[in-house]
């Protein structure tokens, strides 16, 4: 197994611990959480750099890099939702475009074509793994400020998303044509 798999698989490992950081009630839970978060967000840019740097590019890491930053990302929103610290209907629109394009790119795997992830798409995650962090941050230090970048940061994850999810379909469009 490569390292850049190796790393992928730690990421994976890491949400279950994120989750229990947020949901077990000790001293600075959420922030001990933030932490975990913030390593298994970072490994994401790292696994891709180390795969690429090394040509070690595999079908596991196309499918479950992808699907761990899903996973991450997820978790987190959903846990931010149960907190009552973000809308629900955020993350509704961001789990709709999620599963849209994962659909999407199984019709397209189904023709033998693979969709590689777009610059609005690494834009997306960027943004939603800020606004993740804000959030589980109390929005320190822009809270002394009364400025509340978290929650703009989360509304532009959402429109960003929104921009993403069309740009994948317009690029993607000629998949649902019948063929004759």
Same mark, same amino acid.
């Given at each position: 197994?490569?390292?850049?798999?190796?790393?992928?698989?730690?990421?994976?490992?890491?949400?279950?611990?994120?989750?229990?950081?947020?949901? *077990?009630?000790?001293?600075?839970?959420?922030?001990?959480?933030?932490?975990?978060?913030?390593?298994?967000?970072?490994?994401?840019?790292?696994?891709?750099?180390?795969?690429?740097?090394?040509?070690?590019?595999?079908?596991?890491?196309?499918?479950?890099?992808?699907?761990?930053?899903?996973?991450?990302?997820?978790?987190?929103?959903?846990?931010?939702?149960?907190?009552?610290?973000?809308?629900?209907?955020?993350?509704?629109?961001?789990?709709?475009?999620?599963?849209?394009?994962?659909?999407?790119?199984?019709?397209?795997?189904?023709?033998?074509?693979?969709?590689?992830?777009?610059?609005?798409?690494?834009?997306?995650?960027?943004?939603?793994?800020?606004?993740?962090?804000?959030?589980? *941050?109390?929005?320190?230090?822009?809270?002394?400020?009364?400025?509340?970048?978290?929650? *703009?940061?989360?509304?532009?994850?959402?429109?960003?998303?929104?921009?993403?999810?069309?740009?994948?379909?317009?690029?993607?469009?000629?998949?649902?044509?019948?063929?004759?």
């Amino acid at each position: 197994m490569t390292l850049a798999n190796k790393i992928t698989i730690f990421r994976i490992i890491l949400i279950p611990i994120f989750l229990a950081c947020m949901l *077990i009630d000790f001293q600075y839970n959420q922030y001990v959480g933030a932490i975990v978060f913030i390593i298994a967000a970072s490994t994401d840019a790292l696994d891709g750099y180390i795969a690429r740097k090394r040509n070690e590019i595999t079908n596991f890491g196309k499918f479950f890099d992808p699907l761990a930053d899903k996973l991450l990302t997820m978790a987190a929103l959903i846990i931010l939702v149960e907190m009552g610290k973000i809308p629900a209907l955020a993350v509704i629109i961001i789990l709709t475009r999620e599963f849209m394009i994962t659909g999407l790119r199984t019709l397209a795997a189904s023709e033998g074509v693979i969709i590689a992830a777009s610059w609005w798409g690494k834009f997306k995650t960027v943004t939603q793994m800020i606004a993740i962090i804000l959030i589980l *941050i109390d929005n320190f230090p822009f809270s002394k400020i009364n400025l509340p970048l978290d929650l *703009i940061m989360l509304y532009i994850s959402v429109i960003i998303t929104i921009i993403s999810g069309i740009d994948y379909m317009i690029k993607g469009r000629h998949l649902f044509y019948e063929k004759e």
